[in-house]
DNA sequence: TATTTAATTACGCAATATTTTTATTAACTA
DNA sequence: TAGTTAATAAAAATATTGCGTAATTAAATA
């Protein structure tokens, strides 16, 4: 039983972690692929991937000795959900503010 | 000139400042108010506070000796931006997906 | 089979973050 | 004015994170 280190806002606090989001956003890539395009180490990245693929946001297939990452919605379903409550709390409040602006109309 | 501490996907990666924010989705709150919901001590809430402030998630506007906390729009919209262009990602991928889908139909 | 390549694991360390305790500032109130 | 209340600042302790090096595993290749 392996615990998860840290829930999907922690995963995307890291500036690397995003960046590898955004390099997978233009295609499936390999954990090589992807340490290219950072100064860091490639244990790091590795690292970084697994936090990802922990929080649902990338997934990675093994072929042959690579290992692919590629994109993963649910975990961005996860955040859009949390975004979605406080949308709906800004909505209502300007809604209110706009019916007692036409209050008296 | 004081320094951010930390980006907006930071200041959402504390599990107490979520509950912060949770709690001023309710209404508007003093700092002490605040803390009362809290094990954690009040320098404590004060500077989870402070980094929402500097995150623009949250204003506070001082009353007397209290500091009134409120939701502010402009740091969920800086979020809202980044996750809008997943967003775009997977309607583009699942619309390639269907009219691949639907190619031979 | 020996070597190379892709990647992870293990370990330790430096940098950051979070929290506490103590001290301080400023505003109310008796 | 003296005491209390709300809050922050400063200093220090603790916890967590990110990273590198070295070692290891597993797959491809000469």
Redesign the pocket.
């Known amino acids: 039983m392996k615990k998860k ?2 829930d999907i806002f ?1 995963a995307l ?2 500036p ?2 995003r960046k590898i989001l955004m390099l997978l956003s233009a295609g499936i890539l ?4 992807l ?1 290219e395009q950072f ?13 990802l693929e922990e929080n649902n946001l990338v997934t ?1 297939t093994d072929q ?5 990452c590629e994109l993963q919605q649910q975990g961005f379903l996860e955040l859009y959900d949390w975004i979605k409550f406080y949308d709906a709390f800004w909505n209502e409040k300007f809604n209110n503010l706009e019916n007692y602006l036409n209050k008296d109309l």
Do not use: Q
């Open positions: 280190n840290t922690g606090a890291d690397n972690r390999s954990v090589s692929a340490a100064e860091v180490s490639r244990p790091a990245i590795s690292k970084h991937i697994k936090v990675v042959g000795r690579e290992r692919l």
